[in-house]
């Protein structure tokens, strides 16, 4: 690795170069756009990031959980630049070529199931996501989508009807798409239910307010992204599987950010050996290029007409190059084992941080996809204000960490899976002090 792992702090944080950089980004870059921490980044790799003051941050965050094979991972950044040498784009639906036939062929091998699947690629997650409701509305003939408590989709027309959170995401953009359902989500934390207690209260709204045989599919993250890194209880997934496979309900997992390695198996839905109609994804894919896709079993995807399916970038050749060259990195270097290495080391320390500090209501998450929830000691109130402190003091000390949930009191973890381990190591002390400096 040619970037040196370590955390070094040369300037304030964000440093003279960074701020004046933000000065231009005022200037040219709408002010919708945000920036949690604005260091800008020159170079990346391993475990940090480095910028333009000469700073280097232990990185946290993986750009949300899309840079786990590491930022310009050696098998992306060959193939890619082997592919953008040779070509870099024809559009697929006019002249094909093998790189996007590849991606499709390791989709079907690595999403669960060993039934016959079948791929499309697109450019984003919430292009994915959208695809999918297009593919199970027409293999069903119904229209309504149902979705859950504290969901997040993406920021299209339809993945924001499809997304819980006004604020940020919704607010003054409407009006939605319809036929958008919400049902209750497992959230063990803030309603003490088992798996099939919580399933059971879910299917009920959707009998009750929908009806199954309106219902083209359930879209859910098998562990909630932005929403707050809910892992639902056990049994709740499979008995929402279950009840959708006796309905002629299309289930969706919505694996974007929980998969490729991140939760210490290839996709979050294999924990529980629950097994998709669908599956979306995108973030981990391909190592930091945009690439998503939507697999699922063969007669599904093909009940859409020929040219139903598509977009001009869809499946770039670059971004399948890097795809092939990311997967490359999780074979070679048993990613999905290293995930659950951090995620035992993290585990570890957030448990211990737990005892000490009570503002830690609850430590969750699987693999390197772990979270902490803040709430006033002794309840379930939660506590935004001191999340922010904590945050805030991790970037001043040169740790990029993120926050998220509806309520924005919790910190997810989510570090590149080629962090060394004295780094994480590092990085976590880091934490600790910020809970103890912010007491
Ligand atoms: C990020 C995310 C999306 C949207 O992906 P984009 O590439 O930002 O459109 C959808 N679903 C989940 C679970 C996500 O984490």
Known sequence: MDIAQERRLVTAVPGPESLRRLERKRQH?????????????????????????????????????????????????????????????????????????????????????????KSALFNSGAEAVENA??????????????????????????????????????????????????????????????????????????????????????????????????????????????????NGVVLVADEIQSGFCRTGAWFASDDEGVVPDLVATAKGIAG?????????????????????????????????AAALGAIEEMREHDLPARAREIGATMAGRLASL????????????????????????GTTDPDPVRTAAVAAHCHAQGVVVLTCGTYGNVFRFLPPLSIPDALLAEAFDVVEEAFAATA
Request: glycine fraction near 14%; proline fraction near 6%; charged fraction near 15%.
């Open 354 to 377: 737990q005892e000490t500090y009570a503002v830690i209501g609850d430590v969750r998450g699987r693999g390197a996809m772990m979270a902490v929830e803040l709430c006033t000691p």
């Open 29 to 117: 870059v709408a002010d919708g756009v945000g920036t949690m921490l604005p260091v800008f980044v020159v170079a990346a790799g391993g475990g940090v990031l480095q910028d333009v003051d000469g700073n280097s941050l232990i990185d946290l965050g993986s750009g949300i959980a899309v840079t786990t094979v590491g930022n310009a991972a050696p098998h992306v950044v060959r193939r890619a630049s082997e592919q953008l040498a040779a070509f870099t784009h024809t559009c697929f639906m006019i002249t094909p070529y093998d790189g996007y036939v590849d991606v499709c062929a390791e989709l079907a091998e690595l999403t669960p199931g060993d039934h016959a699947k």
């Open 288 to 320: 930091g290029l945009p690439l998503a896709a939507v697999t699922g079993r063969a007669e599904l995807m093909d009940s859409v007409h020929a040219g139903g399916l598509g977009g001009t970038y869809g499946g770039n050749p670059v971004a399948c």
């Open 133 to 246: 409701v297009k593919v199970a509305r027409v293999a069903t003939g119904k229209d309504a989508v149902a979705v859950f408590d504290h969901a997040y989709h993406g920021r299209t027309n339809l993945t924001m009807a499809m997304t819980a959170k006004n604020m940020p995401y919704k607010n003054g953009f409407g009006p939605f798409a319809g036929e958008v359902y919400r049902a209750p989500m497992s959230y063990p934390f803030r309603d003490g239910l088992s798996g099939e207690e919580a399933a059971a209260r879910a299917i009920d709204v959707l009998e009750k307010q929908v009806g199954a045989a309106n219902l083209a599919c359930v879209v859910i993250e098998p562990i909630q992204g932005e929403g707050g890194f809910i892992v639902p209880a056990p049994g709740f997934l499979p008995a929402i599987a279950a009840w959708a496979r006796e």
